[in-house]
């Protein structure tokens, strides 16, 4: 699924959801897509920013083959 940022020919922005873009694409040919506030079938897509999420936290560093030696480790006591 991916939601697309639209506007009709009147300047009312919206936003819908469609299965990829070749579905988009295909209702956008048909003329099947309206503006919710004033029903224009003249409809574009706004200019989107990407939807990144925030980055996966690193993995802790394995231990040695000695272990963690002094107690530096977070996992040694749990």
Do not use: T, V
């Amino acid at each position: 699924m991916i939601k697309y940022s639209l506007r009709c020919s009147h300047g009312h922005a919206f936003e819908s959801w469609f299965d990829n873009s070749a579905d988009y694409d295909a209702k956008a040919a048909e003329g099947a897509l309206s503006c919710p506030e004033c029903g224009d079938s003249a409809i574009s897509k706004s200019i989107m920013a990407p939807n990144i999420g925030k980055a996966a936290p690193q993995p802790a560093p394995a231990c040695g083959m000695g272990g963690c030696g002094a107690g530096a480790c977070a996992f040694a006591n749990s």
